[in-house]
Every structure is written in C-alpha cells, then in structure tokens.
C-alpha cells in the first residue's frame, strides 16, 4: 500500500463519524472557505491519528508552557497589587472560556485544519483572498515561538548556577527551537509521544506549585514568616490607568493561548466534532484552575514587590524562597523542560497552519511548503516556523524584548479574534440554517467581543509617567507596529491581486495540483485576458 492510500485509508476510518456534520457544514459553507472541497483539504499527511487524550494534551501543553512561570511578575508590576492581578487572571479566564465557546460553533461547523483561518474564510467572501492574506501574514510573521526559547534558556542558566552572557543564552535558543524542528520533521510520531509526555509533566509540576502553596499558606514552611501579608489590602496601589490593564490582559491571554490549539489540526483528530467538544473545555479548564492556584501560591510565599522582581524566573524564585537554592535549580531545569514541550506544540500546530495557508495558493511557492513529504509530516511548514522564530532570537536584545514579544504578538491576534467573533454574527445571519452541531450563547460571544473591543482600544491610553512595561520603548510601539503588520499584508494582497493583474493585463485562476503525498494545493495560474476574450 502507497503512503497515499495508506493516509487515505486512515482518513476514511474516521469519514463515517463526519458524513452527518459534512452535509450541514461543508456542503453550505465549502464555497466559502476555499477552492477545494472538505476531502481535498483533508487528503495527504499523517491521517486521523489523535485521539481524546492527545488532543487534550495538545490543549494543557499548549496552555501551560512559560506564561504562568514568568508573566505574574510583569503583571503585577504593571497593576500594582494582588487584588488586581487575581482578578486579571479570572477576567482571562472567562475571556478565553467566551473565546473557545465561539471557536467550537465554527469548528463543529467546518470540522478541518486550520482554525481562525477557516473560519474567517467562511464569514468574510470578499474582497476575494484579503482575509487569507491578511490571516496569512501575521501568522507566519508572529507565529514564533522565540518567548519559549528564551524562557527555556533562561531557566537552564539558573539552574546551572552560573552566569551566561546574552549569545550564549541566544545559542541554547537556537539550539532547542532547530532541535524540536528536526523532531516534528524526521520523527513525527515521537513529535506527538513527546508533547504527551511534556503535558504530564508540566501538569505534575504546576500541581507540585499548588500543594506547595497550600503548605504555606499553612504555616507550615518556616522559611516565609507571615503567608498571608500580600492578601491583606489586597488591592492597595492598584493601576488606575487603562494601559496597564490591557497590557496586563495581553499576557493573561497569552498565557491561555493554546485553547484553539487543536483546532488548528483537526485533520488529524478522531471524529474531530465529538472529540473538540470535550477536550476544548476539559483542557482550558483544567488549566485556568491551575493558574490561578499557582497565582496565590506564589503570593503567598513571596510579596508583590519581590515577586515583580523576579522577572522571568518567578517560579524558580518561588521555589527558592521556600526551599532553598538548590530546589531553585531544580525548579528551573522543570521550568526549562515545561518551556520545551511548549515549543514543541506550538511549533506541531503552526507548521499545519502554515501547511493550511499554502494549500490556498497564497503564499509564493505553495507545492513547496505545502508539502509534507517524505515522512508525511508538514516539513517546509516547520521551516516556514522556524525562520521567524530564529530571526527574533537573533535580532531582538533580551531583557524587555520578552515583554515586547508577548505584547506584539497579542494585538494582531486579537484584531484576527475580533474579527471572528464579528463574523461568527454575520453567519448566524447569513448561514441561519447552517448546521450547527455547537451553538454558543450569543451573550458569551457579545462578551468576548467586548473583550476584544477593549483590548484594540486601551494600550493607547496613556500609562502613568507615559511609561509602559518595556521602557525605553514608547508603551504604544506594539500596537502600532502589530498594525503596521497588518497593514503590510493589505498591501501585499492589492499588489498580488488587485495591481499586478490589472497592470500585466491578466487574472489569477486557481487550479488544484495533488503532490505526490496526497496533498492538494492550489496554484494561481496567470491567464491573459486576450485569451478569456477568445
């Protein structure tokens, strides 16, 4: 049997358990989301190979990986007091639980790869291809995991005990990120075995920061004289500007980046509706309880103002402050290990996004990076991930660039968020007898439009003293450069489809070209207009 049967047979095992979703979703909707059709998009790769536990695991590995053992500091520095960053982190909370409510309608609708991508495809028809473009653009510019491998770095350097200079932390980032890339190309399966094994561990570890908190807040940890002192006036000093809240909400959020994250291989999900619809919320959940247990945990061992000095080792400093050196270094080799296997899915559900976006044609040399040949994984996809996160990590001086990192990837996505949501209402017009096997409560889906809303609006908001939490760079620089972004790919799409066609005197016609793995990709031909004439 070929590898193309062989996928094919895979993908056919779980069809059986899609045929009643097919007929509401692709049949209304598959003119909307792209030239190919629902089997043509799910042909080629690895077939349906993720069960209930892996896609769950793909969620928690997903969610947990640096955000909750570096961001608290930032965010509490940035808000000023317990209180405030508690209540960040449960707003976050209800935000991404709106936000996953509205991604399962779509992806119980149009049950394949993809995420975002498919679904702003199904609400926004035209102008032809801006919205992939625009998609394509700031996923393939910001989809990096550079965050991960300096945490990863960082963390290493602590538990080591000695002291790095800034290129030899930027090499043990390079090392890891081109290390997990070899992995998911070469060794796809043990890709997969990997992130599981990761996910119980992180778990473990965050569950380990919890009881450990409880045990402090007990009384029973000598080394921390009063648990309680950060709980009394909570909220004392808090921010009472707007910027410092929406900045703090972009690091909440991306530190529950990750329940969208199967969403974007459903192709590769056994009986993908049945199995979203449980894992989404079991993973997020799961998570968002965690998070907020290891929140007080730290707290409780440590005050605001030590644990805002920590920067991005506030977990090792937790552990260090109740136990002593040597379980710092250890934490942080955890820490370390938790950042890995975050970048390891990260990198997994990118290089299929990637994947997605040149099947449609609109990225240059789409029979190339849309292939997943020879070992039937997403390998040009995993490059296409690997050069911006290598670029970052070379380019951008550590220190305050991890803060300008997180802040520029969270506005672009939340602009792409907004415009989901808002495209969620327009089918519920459109599409209004769509097959839904999903429906969100549309005051959820208002909620998390409301959210969005003020997450566009108030990082422009002066901060006190005009200072934002990456000085000496302007506290606005993220948002406009996020735009800028934006910006860069409506010009490459009018280029592309608007100007060069009408100036060479030629349209672009999609053609469907299988490669040899079971893949189809659209090619845009040029056809003269002399020869449409004829």
Same mark, same amino acid.
């Given at each position: 049997m070929t590898n193309h049967s062989k996928d094919h047979?895979?993908?056919?095992?779980?069809?059986?358990?899609?045929?009643?979703?097919?007929v509401g979703s692709t049949e209304e909707l598959k003119d909307h989301v792209g030239p190919l059709n629902f089997e043509q998009y799910t042909a080629g790769g690895l077939g349906r190979h993720l069960?209930?536990?892996? /896609? /769950?695991?793909?969620?928690?590995? &997903?969610?947990?990986?640096?955000?909750?053992?570096?961001? +608290?500091?930032?965010i509490v520095s940035g808000l000023g007091s317990v209180g405030a960053s508690l209540l960040i982190w449960v707003l976050g909370l209800f935000l991404a639980l709106a936000g996953l409510c509205v991604w399962l309608e779509f992806a119980c609708m149009i049950p394949r790869s993809g995420g975002e991508k498919v679904y702003l495809e199904a609400a926004y028809r035209r102008p032809k291809m801006l919205i992939t473009t625009l998609f394509a653009v700031q996923a393939i510019a910001l989809g990096f995991t550079a965050s991960g491998c300096i945490v990863f770095a960082s963390n290493i350097v602590v538990a080591s005990g000695r002291v790095a200079t800034e290129w030899q932390q930027r090499g043990i980032a390079i090392g890891v990120i081109t290390f997990i890339t070899l992995i998911h190309t070469f060794f796809p399966k043990i890709g997969v075995h990997g992130m599981n094994f990761f996910t119980v561990l992180k778990t473990a570890l965050l569950l380990f920061i919890v009881v450990t908190g409880w045990v402090v807040l007990g009384g029973g940890v000598s080394s921390v004289k009063d648990p309680h002192a950060s709980? &009394?006036?909570?909220?004392?000093?808090?921010?009472?500007?707007?910027? +410092?809240?929406?900045?703090?909400?972009?690091?909440?959020?991306?530190?529950?980046?990750?329940?969208?994250?199967?969403?974007?291989?459903?192709?590769?999900?056994?009986? +993908?509706? &049945?199995?979203?619809?449980?894992?989404?919320?079991?993973?997020?959940? /799961?998570?968002?309880?965690?998070?907020?247990?290891?929140n007080v945990a730290y707290f409780a061992a440590a005050t605001p103002h030590e644990v805002a000095a920590s920067g991005t080792t506030v977990a090792a400093y937790f552990m260090g402050k109740v136990f002593g050196t040597a379980a710092k270094r250890a934490l942080s080799v955890l820490v370390a290990l938790s950042a890995f296997g975050n970048v390891m899915t990260v990198t997994f559900a990118q290089s299929r996004v990637n994947q997605e976006l040149a099947k449609e044609g609109v990225i240059p040399f789409p029979r190339f990076w849309a292939s997943g040949w020879p070992f039937g994984s997403p390998s040009a996809g995993l490059i296409l991930h690997f050069i911006p996160s290598f670029i970052v990590i070379v380019a951008i001086p550590f220190g305050n660039a991890y803060n300008f990192i997180l802040d520029l990837e969270g506005y672009p996505a939340s602009v792409m968020h907004a415009l989901v949501v808002c495209g969620l209402f327009y089918l519920r017009y459109s599409e209004p007898h769509a097959h839904r096997p999903f429906k969100v409560w549309w005051p959820v889906a208002l909620f998390f439009m409301a959210g969005q809303a003020f997450q566009l609006v108030a990082p422009f908001l002066r901060p006190p003293n005009g200072k934002g939490d990456t000085p000496p760079l302007p506290y606005w620089l993220y948002c406009v450069v996020g735009i800028a972004i934006l910006g860069a790919s409506v010009v490459y799409w009018f280029i592309w489809w608007v100007a060069a066609p009408k100036i060479g005197g030629y349209t672009l016609e999609p053609h469907n070209e299988p490669l040899r793995d079971g893949t189809n990709v659209v090619v845009y031909r040029r056809v003269p207009k002399k020869f449409q004439d004829e």
């Open positions: 047979g895979i993908a056919e095992a779980g069809h059986d358990n899609l045929e009643d979703h097919l069960g209930l536990f892996s /896609t /769950t695991s793909l969620i928690i590995g &997903r969610i947990i990986g640096t955000g909750i053992f570096s961001t +608290p500091s930032s709980f &009394r006036d909570a909220f004392a000093g808090s921010a009472t500007s707007g910027n +410092p809240y929406a900045t703090a909400l972009f690091k909440v959020l991306n530190s529950y980046a990750g329940w969208s994250n199967a969403m974007y291989v459903l192709n590769e999900v056994k009986n +993908p509706v &049945r199995t979203i619809k449980i894992a989404g919320p079991l993973g997020l959940i /799961t998570c968002g309880i965690l998070y907020l247990l290891a």
